[in-house]
């Protein structure tokens, strides 16, 4: 029995090695789910859990994303992530001023500089405090606006990102953050799948009679899903030029509230660009709209 054994697990691993070589690269979670179901948590049994889901096919290849694609992931991420520096610092300083009883306002950017510049004049004693992190909010607009530089350049050399920009509401943030996210349209058999890829489709629980939706799930990128997101914002608010799209996005709102419309617009858009990366065409206005 013990031979047996034995001559079966020396199967699996070489059926392993070859399954291994043709996709090098599961799904974390499949995996850390089929590894749960083992009582014992040791290195051999891991090995062999392994090699029982290759050998059975039960795992899901991850897509491996290419040097381009990590190279815009990595632009997109470190503006996002000085932009939330910029904010937390000028929420900083306007708690500062509130203290003393100066508000700035709602303004934002070169307003926001010239504002408080106006404020800390004949104020010696809070001068020494705010001005340096004025200068230091200062520095990080300015290599905020260097990297939107790169990201537009970026933009503009990529075929694909200029034609998915024809969709209302799709700027160059989130063309890029799409294109990098998904980065073969041929991944998704469906362009519904998209959607759910970024977490933007309500998780499900079903049990015999019961049957309800929740929340999106928030699944896979967080970059690409909040992009969407604001795309989906600036087609209700900024975009004047009529649409069944913005159209179908009201009717929602008026239903069911203007936060779900914003989050199944992006569902949408999601949908409508892998559609027209796969055809090549670009978004088309409807007469109507176009009459308009």
């Given amino acids: 029995m013990a031979d047996f054994i034995s001559e079966s697990l020396a199967d699996i691993k070489s059926e392993t090695v070859a399954d291994f070589r043709r996709n090098p690269h599961l799904d974390a979670r499949h995996a850390s789910a089929a590894l749960k179901m083992q009582m014992n948590k040791t290195d051999q049994n891991d ?25 815009a992931r990595a ?21 500062v001023l509130k203290t003393f009883g100066l508000l700035p306002g709602g303004m934002r950017g070169l307003q926001f500089d010239r504002r408080v510049e106006e404020l800390l004049v004949d104020r010696d004693d809070l001068a020494p405090l705010v001005r340096p992190m004025l200068v230091a909010w200062r520095q990080l607009r300015e290599q905020i606006a260097t990297f939107d530089k790169e990201v537009r350049a970026l933009a503009k050399k990529d075929p ?6 024809s969709v209302p509401g799709v700027g160059v943030l989130s063309v890029l953050a799409y294109v990098s996210t998904v980065e073969d349209p041929r991944r998704f058999a469906r ?43 600036v087609l209700l608010t900024r975009v004047k030029r009529a649409s069944p799209l913005k159209d179908w996005a009201q ?17 949408k858009l999601c949908v409508i660009l892998h559609s027209i990366w796969r055809s090549g065409e670009p978004f088309r206005w409807s007469e109507q709209a176009a009459a308009a």
């Fill in 47 to 71: 090995a062999e859990d392994l090699a029982q889901i290759m050998r059975t096919g039960w795992y899901r290849p991850v897509h491996v994303k290419s040097l381009d694609a990590h190279r």
């Fill in 75 to 95: 632009l997109l991420g470190a503006r996002a992530q000085l932009v939330g520096m910029t904010t937390r610092l000028s929420n900083h300083i306007r708690g």
């Fill in 160 to 165: 694909t990102c200029r034609l998915l920009m």
């Fill in 191 to 233: 362009s519904r799948s998209v959607g759910a890829h970024v977490g933007l489709t309500p998780r499900r629980y079903q049990s015999g009679e019961v049957d309800r939706s929740g929340r999106i799930s928030r699944c896979g990128d967080t970059l690409a899903r909040t992009l969407m997101y604001e795309a989906a914002v």
């Fill in 251 to 267: 009717a929602i709102a008026k239903r069911s509230g203007p936060g779900k419309a914003r989050v199944a617009l992006a569902r």
